[in-house]
């Protein structure tokens, strides 16, 4: 158990729908960072945040969006889903400046 | 623009070091290269950083040469439950953290 919570573990939808994951990152962890991994593909690195702020932007569509809240739980909102945004999204967490700690990942399964 | 390579598959048999090499240009000068483990459907695992030259642990060791454009993890003895995918994940210079493709090690009985 890496301390780093994520949820739902899965979750089922329809393309245009709109759907948010969320993540609770260990205790004491400033940083929250989330990637995409999609069926037999690499880790594709979205967004950072440090204790609340943005820190680094990768390749992150405009359709998706992530804040970190003054608890420090981050949420990624993705919407008008489409079939390709199928993938496992993992949230990690650290208190150095790599991703230390993943949480189990949620499964997003459009359809 | 940082390029990040590793090979995309290795084989090996139980008991054998298995050494996989990273190649990463245009790194941050002043910050770890990490490396991690992954199980199908699990999030990734840390398993050990450096900064240079030697670094062991109880799972691994990590061999890094003076100009830091490549890194090369060293598992000692593997074990079939060493079966995996092995990311490494050099420092930016842009505070993008990406990972290198992956390895698939696959261990033979």
């Known amino acids: 158990d890496s301390g780093v919570t994520q949820t739902p573990k899965h979750l089922i939808t329809a393309t245009g729908q709109r759907v948010t994951l969320r993540c609770s990152p260990r205790s004491g962890d400033l940083s929250v960072y989330w990637y995409q991994q999609s069926l037999d593909q690499g880790l594709q690195f979205l967004i950072q945040?440090?204790?609340?702020?943005?820190?680094a932007k990768g390749n992150i569509l405009e359709r998706f969006s992530a804040q970190q809240f003054p608890d420090l739980h981050s949420e990624l909102n993705l919407s008008s889903l489409e079939l390709g945004d199928s993938a496992l999204y993992f949230c990690?967490?650290?208190?150095?400046?790599?991703?230390?700690?993943f949480g189990p990942g949620t499964r997003l399964t459009v359809l | 623009l940082a390029k990040t390579t590793q090979p995309i598959s290795m084989d090996s048999y139980e008991g054998q070091e298995v050494n996989i090499t990273c190649s990463h240009n245009n790194i941050a000068t002043n910050d770890y290269i990490t490396w991690y483990q992954q199980f199908p459907s699990q999030g990734p695992r840390f398993i050990i950083q450096?900064?240079?030259t030697k670094v062991t642990n109880e799972v691994a060791s990590l061999f890094i040469p003076a100009d830091r454009k490549s890194s090369t993890l060293s598992l000692p003895r593997v074990s079939l439950s060493d079966t995996a995918v092995y990311y490494c994940?050099?420092?930016?210079?842009?505070?993008?953290?990406?990972f290198g493709q992956g390895t698939t090690l696959q261990v033979k009985p």
């Open positions: 945040y440090y204790n609340g702020e943005e820190r």
């Open positions: 994940l050099p420092p930016s210079n842009t505070g993008k953290l990406i």
């Open positions: 450096g900064y240079k």
């Open positions: 990690a967490s650290s208190a150095k400046t790599v991703p230390q700690y």
